[in-house]
Each structure stands twice: as C-alpha cells, then as structure tokens.
C-alpha cells in the first residue's frame, strides 16, 4: 500500500459554518429536544471502584451494555459482591427481573465490562465478559428468548454455563473490548481486539444461529508512523464504533494510540492520532477507505494499516489527548457521523497531563460526512469538564444528540447543518460518575433515549445503578 495520505486540512479539519453547511440542510422538523420521563433503579448496591478514570458498570465502549428488543429492555452488571447479573423490563415498566449469569468479575479492572448481543436467526441472548488482554467469559441463553419474553420465564436455567471459548472456538489468549453487532440478515457478529494496547489488532467472528466462526484480524499494528517528535512502530486501532446503517453497510471510525511515546511533545499525553473512517459493504470481509479504494481485507495478509492511503478525515498529531473509543452513529441515509474530543490548539500544543488538561480544556467535535461526501467538523460550544467519552445518536429527524460525561445531553438540528449546538439538560440529579452506556436500539424503536449510568461514590464504596429515559422529537 501506499503512504497515508490526508484529506486537505482546510476541508477536514475546519469548524463549520452555517454557510458551509447550507447545502447539505434536510427539510425542517423539530428541532432537538428531551423530555425525562423518568428513571429506575437496576442496582442500589452495584460494584463501584475506578479504574483507567472509569467503572466496570459504566465505560462507553461497553457496547450493548444496554438493550432493546421486542418490547423489552435489558442490562448487564456486577453487583457489589462481583456476581455478573442480566436484567430485563418490559418498556414502561419500572420493574426489573434479575438473573444470575453464573460468572463473579476476577479483578478491579474497568475494562472487564459486559457485553450483549442479539443473534436475531435463533432469538439468543448472548454475553461477553470479564477480559483485558488476557481470556474472555462466554454465556449464551436457549434459543428463542428473546423472541417470546412474554410467554418464557426469566430464570437462570434459560442461560448456559459460562464458558472461555465462544462454544468451543478458541479466539485468542489476548481477548479485548467485545462488541456485538448484528448483520442485516440476522446473524451475530462480535469485534473484539487481539492483543493488547499499542500493539494490537481487530478482529471478527459470526455466529449464524448454528455455530461461530472466527474471520479473522483485519488491522495492522505494524508500519512506521512519524511526528515531529520522533517515530513509532508499533501501534493500535482504536474503534469508536462498528455499526450497519440501514442499507447494510458496515462503518466504523478510528483513532490510532502509538505503542512509542516519542511521538508525544510530553509524556503525559496520550499518543493517540488522527481521527479515521473506513467501510465494508461485504459484512466486514473487505475494508475500504473513504474513496471506496480496498485497504485491508478479514482473515488476509492485507490489512488495514497506519500508512495506508485515504484512511484519515480530521488529522490531528499526538500532542492534544485525542480519545479513543468515543462514539458514532448513522443517520436516516446511511451517513457516518462521530464524535471525537481533544483539547483544541488555541489551549496551546502540547498537552502535559492528559488527564488535568482534558478536564480543564477538552472540547468535543462532531464529525459527518455530508450528502457529497465531503466530511464537515463543527465544534460543540460546551466544555466537556472531564477527561472521559461522549456518547452520540441521531433521532428519526437526523437531529443529533451528544450525551456528555454526568449525564449531560446537548443537541445540534439537521436543519441547521449542526452548526446550533446547545445543552438540552444538564445531568441535575443523576449524581452521574461519569461515562453513560446508551441504548443504541431504543431511539430508533420507540424515540428514547435510555441510558445507564451510576451515581457518584468514593473509595469502593457500592453505589447505585440507574437507567434513565428522556423523550425524543415524535
């Protein structure tokens, strides 16, 4: 392959303005808006300890730590005594049944979080849990359960023992960051990294109702990429999202962390790179770039790598804390949307405490590509006053919506180009940690926006989990 190459920096990474944005304004709707409706509590006692900044109950690349399916809601926790639980309600209830998932999480570590997916061909809920570079847990319940939630009991004996492999297929010993996502046709597919950071890849597996099957690894940890400061050759993609639009095309976007800090300006930054994008029309098989030029392909000795061409849509160096894993999401014509956070270059250009200075001038961006294929960056207005995620989702009039750390929900209209950001609520009495874990599926099915968080605690201390439910444009 050829050296990367950027997309112009004028065009890439420029604030929009209205202006800018006027070609691409759908009719109008109703602008962005959220109602709560209310709140309930999964856990009052759930596991509470922090970890990389974050909770093993809460981390916003928990993917489908949350859920809904045929009318009822689910979640998947620890509670204080470490036992991995599964919840569900029927939606407007306020009543969660509980189930043991026969698994106790092994060590503080947020990163060990769970993970469900639906395999839509046999109504199976499935689990993954309890991983950081090392081994994974697997539970799957029987077949037809989720299919039926009104007519089978929610019992332990309707899940299988847990297991360390995915029904015998043994992925890898360095096991990471399970997502689950489901094809058009109703199989299950789970993204998962091998490895470990800085010198890790992605890889997938599909299960068709029958049995899995593991495709392979699709990045590349290897290459050199060069700063100012000095190289590295070693590295990891980081997704900030796998999803299928509704049109069956496979998007995700991505940062790279470099495994040799020579990168940075300062060692207490984070050698995150560049915000990039890439697509499979092929369910994940063949991977292209923005220009539709195959970069990297499943299980072959191609993979998408750091020096390939066409990979990148807002450049950014290793010097502003750029995070990893953030969020996107696709509107109503299958166009990619992001939502990336940095501490911005009039905060100064080098970063010194990733942490500290991230709290202190991080700002979030969101990132889409318009109806002529032209990507368009605009500044959100509110401080992020965190160093961790964002979480973004779109509502049935393409408004965008970004759900702050604590809680706090802002919101941009289609109508305007999201150039009209502003804050919608403003977490009061959430007492929210920090990072939420949204219920991707809701919005489309019944215009919701649910989402779980836990309260605020000190030391390991077990505090309270709660899901709650705001009003979305009808």
Not at 153 to 177: E, H, K, V
Not at 216 to 240: D, F, K
Not at 285 to 313: F, I, Y
Not at 334 to 343: D, F, L, N, T
């Amino acid at each position: 392959m050829h050296r990367r190459t950027l997309l112009a920096a004028a065009l890439a990474g420029a604030v929009v303005t209205p202006a800018l944005a006027s070609g691409t304004a759908r009719a109008a709707g109703p602008g962005p808006s959220v109602t709560r409706t209310g709140a309930t509590t999964l856990d009052n006692q759930a596991i509470f300890f922090v970890s990389y900044d974050g909770l093993v109950n809460n981390n916003a690349f928990q993917k489908n730590g949350l859920l809904t399916y045929k009318g009822y809601q689910y979640a998947a926790w620890y509670t204080a005594d470490r036992n991995a639980v599964v919840g569900r309600r029927a939606l407007g209830s306020t009543t969660w049944s509980t189930v043991k998932a026969g698994h106790t999480l092994r060590y503080n570590d947020s990163h060990n979080v769970i993970s469900m997916g639906v395999s839509k061909a046999d109504g199976r809920l499935h689990l993954n849990m309890d991983s950081h570079s090392d081994g994974f847990t697997y539970v799957k319940s029987a077949a037809g359960l989720m299919d039926d939630p009104g007519g089978l009991s929610w019992t332990a004996g309707r899940f299988g023992a847990p297991r360390s492999t995915l029904d015998g297929l043994a992925l890898t010993s360095q096991f990471t960051y399970p997502q689950f996502i489901s094809t058009p046709e109703g199989k299950l597919q789970l993204s998962y990294r091998v490895a470990v950071s800085g010198n890790g890849r992605n890889a997938l597996a599909e299960y068709d109702g029958t049995r899995w099957t593991n495709l392979g690894e699709w990045s590349s940890s290897t290459g050199t990429y060069s700063s100012e400061h000095g190289s590295s050759t070693a590295r990891n993609m980081y997704l900030h999202g796998i999803d299928y639009d509704r049109n069956g095309r496979l998007h995700s976007f991505f940062t790279w962390r470099e495994q040799n800090g020579a990168v940075m300006c300062n060692g207490g930054g984070i050698t995150n790179h560049d915000t990039g994008y890439v697509y499979s029309d092929d369910r994940g098989r063949t991977w292209r770039n923005n220009a539709g030029t195959v970069v990297g392909v499943t299980g072959g000795s191609d993979k998408v790598s750091v020096n390939d061409a066409g990979l990148v849509v807002d450049p950014l160096n290793a010097d502003h804390s750029l995070m990893n894993q953030e969020s996107q999401f696709t509107d109503s014509a299958g166009r990619p949307h992001a939502i990336i956070s940095y501490v911005p270059g009039r905060f100064g250009q080098c970063t010194t405490d990733y942490v500290s200075d991230r709290t202190r001038n991080g700002r979030a961006f969101h990132v889409r590509r318009n109806a002529s294929g032209t990507w368009q960056k605009t500044e959100i207005p509110v401080p992020l006053n965190s160093s961790q995620r964002t979480k973004l989702i779109l509502d049935k009039y393409d408004n965008a919506y970004a759900v702050f750390p604590f809680g706090r929900i802002v919101g941009a209209s289609a109508a305007s180009g999201y150039t009209d950001w502003k804050l919608l609520f403003d977490g009061s009495g959430l007492n929210a940690f920090g990072e939420v874990v949204i219920d991707e599926a809701r919005v489309a099915q019944d215009g919701v926006l649910s989402f779980m968080y836990q309260e605020k605690s000190t030391g390991t201390t077990p505090s309270a989990l709660r899901v709650t439910d705001f009003r979305l444009p009808a």
